[in-house]
């Protein structure tokens, strides 16, 4: 059975849950539809310190009050994987895997994902020492040695939440020089824990009796062949965004990142994105709730040039 809204907000991360309590608050009938629990990727992350009102918070405190702002004006959240969207003009059917959705206004609030760094060991050690997330899997290396392969924000700062746990940390880097923001270095290189290994192109995870033993890497100075022994390997090689369902819109870029103006329009009407998801420099909690807040706001205003005409159901 069809429902409808004239607002589906597609993703409950930080972004979706924004823009749907403003799309609500402005008395627009929301849903927020998600495939998992709502809070997005806030979920992986142990203490965000960067998100103003709180010294520190927990990823998962702060989802569940966002989640209670976002829903307090009657936006319904609903469970779903989107696979498609069909535009009709001044309608757009959502085909999730679990039901369709009619609205006039849908928001891409999809975020991203961890990208794979496509070595041998990978795929097969996926879930028996290779992890793409600290928060959910550190427990298991407890006074372990664990390696971190990535120099960005989130190889860096999940390092350093990783020595609270185990026993030594090595991050391995491409380059000589981290990319993650100052601060995170800063506490890194001051944390006896933790130790770099740079220069390095990681070749394969390597394992005995079916669990991981190591990451095996070539020394770029020297071309030498060696090994970090580790019982875990945490990856953080970058982020790619989620936008599979959306490839028939034409509103990707090159790299499939989704285009928008600062209204958070895409190229297609009544069509809006926010986030991680979009293309842009700066991708944080602050920046998907700002750009949340634009969209909830401007699904408003575009819902007003709309006749009756186009508000009336199609299906
Ligand atoms: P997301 O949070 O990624 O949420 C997207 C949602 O869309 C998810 O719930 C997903 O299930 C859903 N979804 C995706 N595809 C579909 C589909 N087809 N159908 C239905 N639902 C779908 N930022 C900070 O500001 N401070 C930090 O300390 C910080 N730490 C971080 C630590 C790590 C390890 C990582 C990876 C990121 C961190 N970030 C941090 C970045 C921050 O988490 C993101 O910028 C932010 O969560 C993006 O929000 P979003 O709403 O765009 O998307
Ligand atoms: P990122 O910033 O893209 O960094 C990816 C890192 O992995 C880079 O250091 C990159 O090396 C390396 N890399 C890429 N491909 C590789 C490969 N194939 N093999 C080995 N190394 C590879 O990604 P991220 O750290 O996941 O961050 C994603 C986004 O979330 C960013 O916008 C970030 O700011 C945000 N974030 C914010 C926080 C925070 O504010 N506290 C925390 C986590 C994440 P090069 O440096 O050589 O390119």
């Given at each position: 059975?069809?429902k409808?809204?004239?607002?589906v907000v597609?993703?409950?991360?930080?972004g979706?849950?924004?823009a749907a309590?403003?799309?609500?608050?402005?008395?627009?009938s929301?849903?927020i539809?998600?495939?998992g629990?709502y809070?997005?990727?806030?979920?992986?992350?142990?203490?965000?310190?960067n998100?103003?009102g709180?010294d520190?918070?927990?990823?998962?405190?702060?989802?569940?009050?966002?989640?209670?702002?976002s829903t307090?004006?009657?936006?319904?959240?609903?469970y779903g994987?989107?696979?498609s969207i069909?535009?009709?003009?001044?309608?757009?059917?959502?085909?999730t895997?679990?039901g369709?959705?009619?609205?006039?206004?849908v928001?891409?609030?999809?975020?991203s994902?961890y990208k794979?760094?496509g070595?041998?060991?990978e795929?097969?050690m996926s879930?028996?020492?290779?992890?793409?997330?600290a928060v959910?899997?550190?427990?298991?290396?407890?006074?372990?040695?664990?390696?971190?392969?990535?120099?960005?924000?989130?190889?860096v700062e999940e390092?350093?939440?990783?020595?609270?746990?185990a026993?030594?940390?090595?991050?391995?880097h491409?380059?000589?020089?981290l990319r993650?923001?100052?601060?995170l270095?800063?506490?890194a290189?001051?944390?006896?824990?933790?130790?770099?290994v740079?220069n390095?192109?990681?070749?394969?995870?390597t394992?005995?009796?079916?669990?991981?033993?190591?990451?095996?890497?070539?020394?770029?100075e020297t071309?030498?062949e060696?090994v970090v022994?580790?019982?875990g390997?945490?990856i953080?090689?970058?982020?790619q965004p989620?936008t599979?369902?959306?490839?028939d819109?034409g509103i990707l870029?090159?790299?499939?990142?989704?285009?928008t103006?600062d209204?958070?329009?895409?190229?297609?009407?009544g069509?809006?994105a926010?986030?991680d998801?979009?293309?842009?420099?700066?991708?944080?909690?602050?920046t998907a709730?700002?750009d949340?807040?634009?969209?909830?706001?401007?699904?408003?205003?575009?819902?007003?040039t709309l006749?009756d005409?186009?508000?009336?159901?199609?299906?």
């Open positions: 059975m069809m409808n809204y004239d607002v597609i993703g409950a991360g930080p979706g849950l924004t309590l403003y799309a609500s608050r402005a008395n627009l929301v849903a539809l998600d495939r629990i809070g997005g990727q806030m979920n992986n992350t142990a203490e965000i310190e998100y103003p709180f520190s918070i927990l990823g998962p405190d702060l989802s569940e009050k966002m989640y209670n702002s307090r004006f009657g936006a319904t959240f609903e994987t989107v696979e069909e535009d009709k003009g001044s309608k757009k059917i959502i085909h895997d679990d369709d959705y009619e609205t006039s206004v928001i891409i609030a999809t975020g994902q794979k760094i070595v041998p060991g795929e097969e879930g028996r020492g290779v992890s793409y997330c959910c899997d550190g427990a298991f290396f407890k006074n372990q040695d664990v390696a971190v392969i990535g120099g960005g924000d989130s190889a390092g350093v939440y990783l020595t609270q746990l026993k030594s940390v090595t991050i391995i491409r380059r000589d020089q993650a923001q100052k601060i270095q800063d506490r290189f001051k944390n006896d824990k933790i130790n770099f740079w390095a192109d990681v070749e394969e995870i394992s005995e009796d079916g669990k991981v033993s190591g990451v095996k890497y070539v020394d770029k071309g030498d060696k022994p580790a019982s390997a945490f953080y090689v970058g982020i989620m599979d369902p959306f490839q819109l870029d090159s790299e499939n990142w989704i285009e103006n209204k958070m329009e895409t190229s297609v009407p069509v809006y926010i986030g998801v979009r293309k842009k420099d700066l991708r944080q909690i602050t709730v700002g949340g807040g634009i969209a909830g706001q401007e699904a408003f205003n575009y819902i007003q006749s005409a186009d508000l009336a159901d199609v299906k």
